[in-house]
């Protein structure tokens, strides 16, 4: 995978986060997920279907629970795509 790839995931996900979210919290790779943008478990089932749709692959549930920041998000995604 190449950094436009990176680049690619990291847009995708703000965009799917900002609609998801209703708070005018700008999205930037340091966005906290929870605290910031109050992404509940039911929302964070939600966007990691999506996720796996947009992206094609398959993310495991219990490599979300370090999952704290939009960078570790995408960098997460990022790994999941680069090994399938």
């Not at 995708?12 to 998801?20: A, M, N, Y």
């Not at 708070?23 to 109050?38: A, D, K, M, Y």
């Not at 964070?44 to 704290?68: G, Y």
């Amino acid at each position: 995978m190449t950094e436009s790839n990176y680049d690619e995931i990291m847009q995708v996900l703000c965009d799917r986060l900002s609609s998801l979210t209703n708070s005018n919290v700008q999205i930037t790779p340091e966005t906290n997920l929870i605290s910031q943008l109050s992404i509940d478990s039911i929302k964070l089932l939600n966007l990691i279907m999506e996720i796996e749709d947009a992206f094609d692959v398959s993310i495991p549930i219990n490599a979300l629970t370090d999952v704290q920041t939009v960078r570790e998000l995408v960098d997460l995604v990022y790994k999941i795509k680069s090994a399938s």
